[in-house]
C-alpha cells in the first residue's frame, strides 16, 4: 500500500515537505475542564509562569525502551488545550527511513509551545526526541519554556496508593477508570514492526487509538491534579499528607497544616509518624510552636529515623520558644539515648551540641531557681 | 646500595642449584630534544617533575602521533611510555580545548592508576583540563556533566562498547571533536577477546566517521613478537611501529634456579614456594625491594604470610610485606600501589595482576615464584625490578611441574627465543556477526558501505531476512526492541564476582573473588586468606554468590583439585578417512571441585582431606574432535598414552596460528577411551561459552592442522620431548614423541 492509500485507510492526511511522506491524523479528544486559571495552581504544579496560549500535551511511542541509538519514535501525539476543549495531531513514521519527515513535522508544531506535559517526559520521550534528531543531522527544535512532567506529581501523590506509578495504573486506581480493551503498552512495538513487514494499516490503528487514549489519560489526570490542588478534597490521608507537603514546599503554608492536620488526626501506624512529621514542619514555619509539641513527641516517640531529629527539635523549641527549661533537658536526655541509633536517624546528633545544650539548659535553669529565690 | 647479585652468589647453596646466570648489558640514555610544535606550556610542567628532555621513542611516537599517524610503541617495563600517549593528548586539548580524546585500558585497576599519573600532570600546567573515568562505577549523577564535558574519557573496551557507542548521541561532543584514541596494554587484546575488541574498534570509526572526526590512535604493548601485525589487525590500518626505547636500563643479573632434590628414589624437589621465600628473605635483608611473582592466588597468600611472620612491622606501623592480586578492594590496592612507590613496603607478593601497566615504581629485584608460563610474561615480570641504571636481579624458581623443569633444565630454549606472538582474527565470523547488529543498532547500514574493509551484505540480508533489521531503500534499519550489545560480552569469563563477607563482628566485605576459582577457593571448610590473615569458609551461598567467613588461626590451608570432563551433546559435523574419524559439534564441558587437601604451613605435609559438595560448572561451548579408528603402528598400548597427549599438545601449539587467536582461547582434551566414541580420542574446544566459531574452522583446516603438527614436531630438534612440540618428557613420558610421530604420520598418510 502507498502512503496515500494507508492515510485513506487511517483516516489522515499525507506531509510531504521533501524528506519523504509522514501521515498527520488530526481531531477532537474531547472536552474537560483543567483549572489552571489562579497563580497558587500553577505554582504548585511547579511551573514558574502561568502557561500563557494554552498547554500543550505530548506522548511518543517508541520501537524500544531507553534512548539508545537503536531506539526509533514512530508515532508523537500532541494535544493542544485550548478553551475546554482538546484537538489532537498525531504523527506517524511511515517507514524509518522516512524519519526526517516526522521530526521536521513534529518540529514546526513543538516550536509555539509555551507549556509541554507529558508523562515521564523528562526522563523518557524528550531525551530520546533530542538522539532522533542528532541521528537525522536535523537540528532539535529546543525543549519548550515550561516542561510539566506528571510522573513526578503522580509519584508523591500516589506512590503510596498504586502499586506503580504507570500512567495505566493511575487512571485504574486513581481516575476509577481501568483500560480494558487497549493493547497493552508492551505489544506496541511488535504492533509497528509487523506494520512494517505487512503494511497492513489495520495493525496500526489500535495503536493511534492507544496513543490518543494516552494522550487523554493524561488530560484527565492533569485536570484531577488541578482539581485537587484547588479544593484539597480528599477522603485519602495518604493524599492528603502528599498535599500538604507540595502546599508547605510550593504553596501556602495554611493550606498545608489544614490538610496535614487532617491527614495526622486520620492516619495510623507509619503513615502517622510520617504525617507527624510534615504537619511539625508546618507549625515549625507558622511558628506555632506550642502546637508544634504534640507531632514532635509523636515522632520522638516513634521507630521513625525521624525520631531523633524530633528529639532535638523538642529540646530546641522548649528551650528557646517555650522557655520550660526542665522539659528541655528532658528532650536532651532522650536524644542522648537515641544518639548513634542508625535506624532512628540518630548518627546525624553531635554529642558535643548535646553536652553544651544541657551545660546551658542547666545553667539557665539555676539562673531562675536564683531569680524565683531572689524574688522571695 | 649493596651489590645484591654478589650477595646471592655469596651463599654456596643458592650458587649450587643455579642452572643458569645470565648477565643482561645496560644500556645508556637515548635523549632527543621535545617537538618543535608542542605546546610550551607542556615541557614547562614536566621540567617541574623533572623531566628536561624526552627519550627517542618517547619524542618519535609524539612526533609521529602529531602528525596524524597511528602508531604503536612497544618498550619495556618503566620506560615511560605513558607520555608517548599523554603529551599528544594533553598538546592536543592545550592548542583547542574542543579537543576529546578517549583512553582505553583493558581493566578498571589500569584506568584509574592511569588518571592519577594523568592528574599528576594536569597540576602542573594549571589548566582546568577535564579528564573523568568512565566505567560501571561511575555516578549515575555524574554521566550526563561526564558525557558532555569531559577532554578526556578513560574506559575500557566493555564500557565502550556496552555504554558509549550505542548512546552515541548523547556524546555527541565526544564523536564530532575526537582527536586521539589511546589503546595501552595493547597485547591483552589477543585472541577472541581481541577479535572483538577489534570490532567494537570498527563501530568506533564507524560513528566517527559519522559525526565527520578520525582519530589517531596511539597504542602501547608490552614486548611481544608482533606488535606491528597485531596492532594492524585491532586497527584495521598501517601503524607506524615504535620499538627502540631510548630509555636506561641497569644491568640485569638473570638466575635460573631449580630447587634440590630432596627423596631422589621419588625425584621430589623441595618445594618452589619455600625456596621463593628463602631467596626473597635474603633479598629483602640484603635491603632490596622486592617483588614476587607467583602464578595462584593462594601462593601469594601462603609467601605473603611467610614473609610476614619473618619481616614484622615496627610497633604501631603498617606492614612491610604485601600481598597483591585480583581480588582485593580498590582502596587496599590503591593503599600498596602507592606505599610501593613511596618505599614503605619491602617485599610485596603479586599475581601476574602487577604484571600489567600499574605504576608501583620499580624495584630491586624479582622472584619468579614457578614459570610464568610464556616468554613474553617472564621478560615483563623480570622488567619490575630494574630502577635507573641501577643493577638488578631477577631470579626464576621452579617448580616441580613438567614445564617449569623442562625451562629451568634447558635455558638456552628461553633466553634465545623470540616472545610469543598475539593473533587475533577481526573477521571472525560469529563475532563479526553478533557486532554488525551492534552496529546496525548504533546506525543503520547503507547498501555497499563497508565495515572495517569488509563487505557485510551478506550477513546484513541475513538479518533482515531474520527481521532483525528492516531493509528500506538503500539503507537497514534496527527493527527490533533488543538492546544487542548486551547480549554480546567480550570476554569469556563473567564478570560476576563472588563476594566473601567476614562474620566475624559486624559483617563486612573483605575481598572478591571471580566465579571460576570460586569454587576452588571459597568452598565449605575452606582456609581463605587474604593479606594474610586466615578466615574459614562457614557458609557459601551459591546462588547469591555470597562466602560467609570467620577468622581463624590454624596451622594449614587448603588446596582443592579440580576435575574436568566434556560430554558431546550434538555433532554438527563429520566425516571419516581411513584410520580416523573427525567431528565437530556442541560439547559440554564439566569442571567439578572433588575434595580438598588441608596442608601444614611449613612443612607442606597432607593433614588430611575432605569432600567437596558442590555443582559442577559447566560450559555449553563448540568442540572439534578426532578419534582414531585404526591402530597405530609399532605404538604399545602404554605408549599410547603419551603419544595422544602429545599430538593435543603439538594442535593445541600450532592451532592458534591458523585460527588466529590466542592460546588461551583453546583447551586440548585427550582420552585413550572416551566414554562417547569408545575410541582414543582428542578434543579441541573453544574456551567462551557458547563458542566463537574456533571448532568448526578447526574441522575445516583439519588436514592444515595435523600437517602443521607433524612438521612442527619433525623439526623440533629436542631429542624425546619439549613444550613446543609434544610437552615436557616429564609430563607426558619419554616414548610420547615417537607414539605422536606415529599417530601423526597414520594421520596424514604418508609417513615422513
Redesign the interface.
Known sequence: MNPDQLAAQLGSSVLDAGRGPCLVKRGWLGELHINLGCEQIWQLLGLRRPPADGIVLMDAET????????V?IFLVGVARYQHGRLHYSQYLML???WEPSLLAALAGELATVHTLVTFNGKAFDW?LL??RY??CRMQHPGEPAQHLDLLHLARRLWRDMVPRCALTTLEAAVLGRPRSWDIPNHEV??MY?AF??RRDPHLLQPVLEHNRHDLWALAQLLGLLTHRLQSGASSHPEEMLALALLHLDRGSPARAVELAERSFRLSAGWLRTRAAYALARCYKRLGRWQQAVEPLQVLAQSNSPRAAWAAVELAKIFEHRLHRYREALHWVEQARRLRGQTSLGGQAISSTALRQRELRLRQKLARRMAEAGSNN | MGQFWEFLLGNERFRRNLTAYRTIPPQTPHWADFPADLDPRLPRALAELGIRRLYSHQAEACREAMRGRDVVVVTPTASGKTLCYNLPVLDAVLKNPQTRSLYLFPTKALSQDQLDELHGLIDRLREPIRTFTYDGDTPASARPTIRKAAQIVVTNPDMLHVAIL?????W?RLFQNLRYVVIDELHQYRGVFGSHVACVIRRLNRLCEFYGSRPTYICCSATIANPEEMAQLLLGRPVHLVDRSGAPRGEKHFFFYNPPVVNRELGIRRSALLESKEIAARLVEAGAQTIVFSRSRLNVEVLSTYLKHRFPPGPGQREVVRGYRGGYLPRERREIERDLREGRIKAVVSTNALELGIDIGTLNAAVLCGYPGTIASTWQQAGRAGRGQGASVAVLVASSSPLDQFIITHPDYFFARSPEHALLNPDNPYILASHLKCA?????FRVGESFGGRDPSEYLEELAKH?VL?R??D?Y????????AEEVSLRSATWENFVVVDISDQPRVIGEVDRFSAPLLLHEEAIYLHEGQQYQVEKLDYPEKKAYVRRVRVNYYTDAQLAVDVQVLDVLGDRASQSYRSHWGEVLVRARPTMFKKIKFYTHENLGTGPINLPEEQMHTTAYWLCLTAAPARVSREALQGGLAGVAQLLANVAPLYLMCDPGDLRVFPQVRSPFTELPTIYLYDRYPGGTGLAERAFELEQQLLEAAAELLEGCSCASGCPSCVGAPQEVGVEAKEAARAILSMLVGEPR
Do not use: N
Open positions: 520501537t524500544g525502551l531507553g534512548s539508545a541509538a537503536g526509533f517507514d524509518p527511513a531525551p533530542e538522539a542528532v541521528l512495538p511488535k514492526f512494517l513487514r | 550505542p548512546h552515541h548521541t548523547k555527541l546496525a543498532f548504533e546506525l543503520p527481521q528492516h528500506s531503500g539503507r534499519y534496527w527493527a527490533t526492541e533488543g538492546f544487542p
